[in-house]
């Protein structure tokens, strides 16, 4: 058990990846971060600011489609339940 693209992308590279499925519902939902250098609050605060901007420009979900959707190099389309949980990520204007 892992997190569902690692083992999408272990299948992808492995030598029969359509023996290889993934499978199963969420058991947390637990969000992604980014490591920025500490004491660094300017940087930390552009890459909360760019990923909520590209998030709620639609950006964020074309270049997920563009490397994880159907024709994607690790094909794992996003759910309606992932993508709401992306959209709540981000915080109003």
């Known amino acids: 058990m892992t997190d569902g693209i ?9 030598k029969s990846p359509k023996d290889y499925e993934v499978v199963g519902d969420f058991f947390t939902k637990d969000p ?3 490591i920025v250098a500490e004491n660094d609050s ?13 998030i709620d ?10 490397w994880f959707g159907e024709k994607g190099v690790v094909p794992y389309p996003m759910s309606a339940q992932v993508r709401n949980f992306m959209l709540m990520q981000s915080m109003p204007e």
């Open 57 to 66: 420009n639609g950006k964020y979900f074309e270049m997920y489609d563009k």
């Open 42 to 54: 300017k940087w930390r605060d552009f890459v909360n600011h760019t990923l909520m901007e590209l």
């Open 32 to 34: 992604y971060s980014c």
């Open 6 to 14: 690692l083992l999408a992308g272990l299948a992808a590279k492995a």
